[in-house]
T-cell receptor
Framework: DAGVIQSPRHEVTEMGQEVTLRCKPI?????LFWYRQTMMRGLELLIY????????DSGMPEDRFSAKMPNASFSTLKIQPSEPRDSAVYFC????????????FGPGTRLLVL | AQSVAQPEDQVNVAEGNPLTVKCTYS??????LFWYVQYPNRGLQFLLK??????LVKGSYGFEAEFNKSQTSFHLKKPSALVSDSALYFC?????????????FGSGTRLLVRP
């Protein structure tokens, strides 16, 4: 298996632009998680899905952030409009059913908003 | 509320020496505990986990961790450190009684192994 795939790996954009991050989970995994990592705040859970349905989005910073999972093999995290404080590394992770199961992380998207 | 503490921002050891990266946790019920490692410009990689059973858990790359319920700790250990072990290490916890599938991560400990 190729593991969790994220694209793009790097994104540089200007303030006010729309940014879309993409994730393909490991085949057969029915949980998908979006995290943000910054020096100041560490690793934060933004939102997670189970069977393509958003379960908990309490970590989403504000209405500028939205996430979708139209099918079992694809998810997006969108920021519109982007701001410099959104600069971070965004990780997607997936896991199988069960609280015991390990989350497997993608390589991350490094976002820089100028 | 669940929480994880990694009291050391950085741990320095010489190659060949044993290493310990500390982690303590707080949960309402019983914990599921995880260790992840992050190399520069990479995602987090799973090392090992404690779910139930033997308190000593063995994982990837020769790492092991010991679950200590009375001290609410899950320290990561390796008998002989390698320079290639230098990375950022994260401890994470999930409460068994929590219906949420959230993992709570510690702030991370940077391990530096000197040649």
């Amino acid at each position: 298996d190729a593991g969790v795939i994220q694209s793009p790996r790097h994104e540089v954009t200007e303030m006010g632009q729309e940014v879309t991050l993409r994730c393909k989970p490991i085949s057969g995994h029915d949980y998908l998680f979006w995290y943000r990592q910054t020096m100041m705040r560490g690793l934060e859970l933004l939102i997670y899905f189970n069977n393509n349905v958003p379960i908990d989005d309490s970590g989403m910073p504000e209405d500028r952030f939205s996430a979708k999972m139209p099918n079992a093999s694809f998810s997006t995290l969108k920021i519109q409009p982007s701001e410099p404080r959104d600069s971070a590394v965004y990780f997607c992770a997936s896991s199988t059913l069960g609280v015991q199961e390990t989350q497997y992380f993608g390589p991350g998207t490094r976002l820089l908003v100028l | 509320a669940q929480s994880v503490a990694q009291p050391e921002d950085q741990v320095n050891v010489a190659e060949g020496n044993p290493l310990t990266v500390k982690c303590t946790y707080s949960v309402s019920g019983n914990p599921y505990l995880f260790w992840y490692v992050q190399y520069p410009n990479r995602g987090l990689q799973f090392l090992l986990k404690y779910i139930t059973g033997d308190n000593l858990v063995k994982g990837s790359y020769g790492f092991e961790a010991e679950f200590n319920k009375s001290q609410t700790s899950f320290h990561l250990k390796k008998p002989s450190a390698l320079v290639s072990d230098s990375a950022l290490y994260f401890c994470a916890v999930r409460d068994v009684t929590d219906s949420s599938y959230k993992l709570i991560f510690g702030s991370g400990t940077r391990l530096l192994v000197r040649p």
